[in-house]
């Protein structure tokens, strides 16, 4: 070979290798970019029962101190004007899960740990990021039914319960009668909670680990474990962990919880409400700090809301009503979401939420596309979130509750008349009904404590709701089977 073909074939076999490995470089840099671009995250969505919309201190609680809850609401956004799904936990705890109103399975009161439950047929947030390859957890209380057991200790097949929605494990307390009824009547529920617990169809039994724990601490820890275990696979998760507190039976948290929410001139209750509160604020704060420990802060949205507004011993500031009521004192919660790095710090929002906006919310994140047949009530606040504006009140449209009639309300005073059982609200609007006849109408912006009832001054936006809220009663529904 002379010198010059030597020259042009080493030429053409150094260009080759150049070319291949910047084609290698380019391939790998786009798989990585790819890999960065659709970096799905870890969400936790924690859950509080019966927790008003003042009950933080980031959220103006003149009673209880909430550091952990408001470390997330400073590394995160605040939503003022977030409202629960319903004034009680079952219907609102359906529509976290399905992203529609509770209404449409038939929901309109709280489940009554006998024969009622969220169908099976029901499409959960937790089945749609277990299709989409989540580890996906429930832990703490459940309401929606299939948590009977038998007299070995192992779950009944007659209902749906937590797997059947799609949660790979999970851990709640037995929801059955009459354990629970003497359970609260007792004043016990918190303080022996480990003892009624199941764990993935089966009750946990004395030589458990959690049999002994507080319930609060049953459910922070188990938490803390899942997230370790989690942390350790290669996939993400998506952790619902709704906690009991701050609902009845009002019970002493341990200590140094105890000790640190005492004060002079409060009653024993308002005391036990407290520490409660603080109980459930230090295992939020254990869980962060596991997820500053593993390194996955950066990677996990985390979202803390309530079920529904405040019950006898929880603050509302000026607002009407709580408890059983559909006035804002019942619905209206405080809402906080931090994902570093996606959603910026110490934001504030007074743009309008809602329980249905979750699941969207959740599935956006994680760039599951929701079916096109799934019909979805609610609108994600993912872009909102991130710096957007929010869905216009054009594009959400009139927003709707139901609540059968609870005449007494769960507050140390009694429940406002006129009595109410649905809402049709409509940006500013806000119209309620009985059984349909409407009976006062407030425009929520100017008047957010309810004071002044205007049904009479606008009889063509009153006859506007209420055809929607007719149309809205009437529509089909998915019962039990």
Same mark, same amino acid.
């Not at 004395?206 to 188990?222: M, Q, R, V, W």
């Not at 869905?391 to 609870?406: I, K």
């Not at 006062?440 to 009153?462: C, G, K, R, T, Y």
């Given at each position: 070979?002379s010198r010059s073909?030597?020259s042009?074939?080493?030429?053409?076999?150094?260009?080759?290798s150049i070319l291949k490995?910047a084609?290698?470089?380019c391939?790998? +840099?786009?798989m990585?970019?790819?890999?960065?671009s659709?970096?799905?995250?870890n969400i936790?969505?924690?859950?509080?029962d019966?927790?008003g919309y003042?009950d933080l201190s980031?959220f103006?609680?003149?009673?209880v101190?909430?550091?952990?809850?408001?470390?997330l609401a400073?590394?995160g =956004?605040?939503?003022t004007?977030f409202y629960?799904a319903s004034?009680?936990?079952?219907?609102?705890?359906a529509?976290?899960l399905?992203?529609?109103?509770?209404?449409r399975f038939?929901?309109t009161k709280?489940?009554? *740990?006998?024969?009622?439950w969220?169908?099976?047929s029901a499409?959960?947030?937790?089945e749609l990021?277990?299709?989409?390859?989540y580890n996906t957890?429930?832990?703490? =209380?459940w309401?929606?039914?299939g948590?009977?057991?038998d007299?070995?200790?192992? &779950?009944?097949?007659? $209902?749906?319960g937590p797997?059947q929605h799609?949660?790979?494990?999970?851990?709640?307390?037995? /929801?059955q009668?009459?354990?629970r009824?003497?359970m609260?009547?007792e &004043?016990?529920?918190?303080? $022996?909670?480990g003892?009624?617990?199941l764990?993935?169809? !089966?009750? %946990?039994t004395?030589? *458990?680990a959690y049999?002994?724990? +507080?319930?609060?601490?049953a459910?922070?820890?188990?938490?803390v474990?899942?997230?370790?275990k989690?942390?350790?696979e290669?996939?993400?998760?998506f952790?619902?962990?709704?906690?009991?507190?701050p609902h009845?039976?009002?019970?002493p948290a341990?200590?140094?919880?105890?000790?640190d929410?005492?004060?002079?001139?409060?009653?024993?209750a308002q005391?036990c409400f407290?520490?409660m509160?603080?109980?459930?604020?230090?295992?939020v704060g254990q869980?962060l700090?596991?997820?500053d420990e593993l390194?996955i802060a950066?990677?996990?949205l985390v979202l803390?809301?309530?079920d529904?507004?405040?019950?006898f011993e929880?603050f509302?500031?000026d607002l009407?009503?709580?408890?059983? *009521?559909? +006035?804002?004192?019942?619905?209206? %919660?405080?809402?906080?979401? !931090?994902?570093?790095?996606k959603i910026?710090?110490?934001q504030?929002?007074?743009?309008f939420?809602?329980?249905?906006d979750?699941?969207p @919310?959740?599935?956006?994140?994680a760039? %599951?596309e929701?079916?096109? *047949?799934?019909?979805?009530d609610?609108r994600?606040?993912?872009?909102?979130?991130?710096?957007?504006?929010?869905?216009?009140d054009e594009?959400?449209g @009139?927003v709707?509750? $139901?609540?059968?009639?609870y005449?007494?309300?769960?507050r140390?005073?009694? =429940?406002?008349k006129p009595?109410?059982?649905?809402?049709?609200m !409509?940006?500013k609007?806000?119209?309620l009904?009985?059984?349909?006849?409407?009976?006062?109408?407030?425009?929520v912006?100017s008047?957010p404590?309810?004071? $002044?009832?205007?049904?009479?001054?606008?009889? /063509?936006?009153?006859?506007?709701l209420s055809? /929607?809220?007719k149309e809205?009663?009437?529509?089909p !529904?998915?019962?039990r089977?």
């Amino acid at each position: 070979m002379s010198r010059s073909s030597f020259s042009l074939f080493t030429w053409t076999i150094g260009t080759q290798s150049i070319l291949k490995l910047a084609a290698v470089v380019c391939v790998f +840099h786009c798989m990585t970019g790819m890999a960065e671009s659709s970096e799905r995250p870890n969400i936790i969505l924690l859950l509080a029962d019966d927790l008003g919309y003042g009950d933080l201190s980031c959220f103006g609680s003149p009673a209880v101190k909430t550091p952990n809850l408001d470390r997330l609401a400073s590394e995160g =956004k605040k939503f003022t004007r977030f409202y629960a799904a319903s004034a009680v936990c079952s219907p609102t705890r359906a529509a976290v899960l399905t992203g529609r109103y509770p209404l449409r399975f038939g929901i309109t009161k709280h489940f009554n *740990d006998v024969n009622q439950w969220l169908p099976e047929s029901a499409t959960t947030v937790a089945e749609l990021l277990q299709d989409a390859g989540y580890n996906t957890a429930h832990l703490g =209380k459940w309401h929606l039914g299939g948590l009977h057991v038998d007299a070995e200790g192992k &779950r009944l097949d007659d $209902q749906p319960g937590p797997r059947q929605h799609g949660f790979d494990f999970y851990q709640t307390q037995i /929801e059955q009668q009459p354990v629970r009824g003497r359970m609260g009547r007792e &004043r016990t529920l918190f303080r $022996q909670g480990g003892t009624v617990l199941l764990r993935n169809d !089966r009750r %946990v039994t004395e030589d *458990d680990a959690y049999y002994s724990k +507080h319930l609060t601490d049953a459910n922070g820890d188990f938490a803390v474990e899942l997230i370790e275990k989690f942390a350790a696979e290669d996939k993400p998760f998506f952790l619902n962990a709704w906690w009991l507190v701050p609902h009845k039976p009002y019970e002493p948290a341990p200590e140094p919880h105890w000790s640190d929410t005492a004060a002079e001139g409060i009653s024993e209750a308002q005391h036990c409400f407290r520490s409660m509160v603080a109980h459930m604020d230090a295992k939020v704060g254990q869980i962060l700090d596991k997820l500053d420990e593993l390194g996955i802060a950066d990677t996990t949205l985390v979202l803390f809301t309530s079920d529904n507004g405040a019950a006898f011993e929880g603050f509302i500031g000026d607002l009407k009503g709580g408890k059983t *009521d559909l +006035h804002d004192g019942g619905i209206r %919660v405080p809402m906080i979401v !931090r994902w570093p790095g996606k959603i910026l710090a110490g934001q504030t929002s007074d743009a309008f939420g809602h329980s249905n906006d979750l699941l969207p @919310t959740f599935c956006e994140a994680a760039e %599951v596309e929701l079916p096109s *047949d799934l019909p979805i009530d609610g609108r994600s606040l993912l872009p909102h979130m991130k710096g957007e504006a929010p869905p216009s009140d054009e594009a959400r449209g @009139t927003v709707f509750w $139901q609540l059968d009639l609870y005449k007494s309300i769960q507050r140390h005073y009694p =429940k406002p008349k006129p009595y109410a059982t649905e809402v049709a609200m !409509r940006g500013k609007w806000k119209l309620l009904a009985l059984s349909g006849t409407p009976v006062e109408l407030f425009n929520v912006e100017s008047d957010p404590n309810e004071q $002044q009832n205007v049904v009479e001054d606008h009889p /063509e936006l009153v006859e506007s709701l209420s055809a /929607e809220l007719k149309e809205w009663l009437n529509a089909p !529904r998915t019962l039990r089977r």
